[in-house]
């Protein structure tokens, strides 16, 4: 054999798999069903299953999905201290931009 008379051997990139994500709001509402990475948004990621069905009635509580009826679920207004709507102390209605205050965020809960 000459050195014109080689094989090249190519090879194959490694197969990603897919990432399908589910966006949703602060509410948990779902905005929309991507597999693409550059969307910014809060995500959680889904199995190929539920991308399929891609059922707009779902809701994301604590970063997984339900599938409970609305009329199985309870909205509380719970204090935190990391995240929250800014409030008085005495009247949390008002909302408030100071050091002395306290902070409100809204928790779904699942019957």
């Not at 609305?70 to 509380?76: D, G, H, L, T, Y």
Request: proline fraction near 6%.
């Amino acid at each position: 054999m000459t050195e014109e008379d080689y094989v090249i051997i190519w090879e194959a990139p490694k197969l990603i798999p897919p990432e399908y994500r589910l966006y949703y709001d602060d509410k948990g509402k779902v905005i929309c069903y991507s597999g693409d990475k550059s969307v910014e948004g809060k995500y959680i990621v889904i199995d190929a299953q539920t991308f399929v069905e891609a059922r707009p009635d779902l809701v994301v509580i604590d970063g997984k999905i339900s599938r409970a009826r609305p009329n199985a679920m309870v909205s509380k207004l719970m204090p935190d201290d990391s995240e929250g709507v800014t409030c008085h102390p005495e009247d949390m209605s008002i909302i408030v931009d100071d050091a002395n205050h306290i902070k409100w965020k809204l928790n779904i809960y699942e019957l």
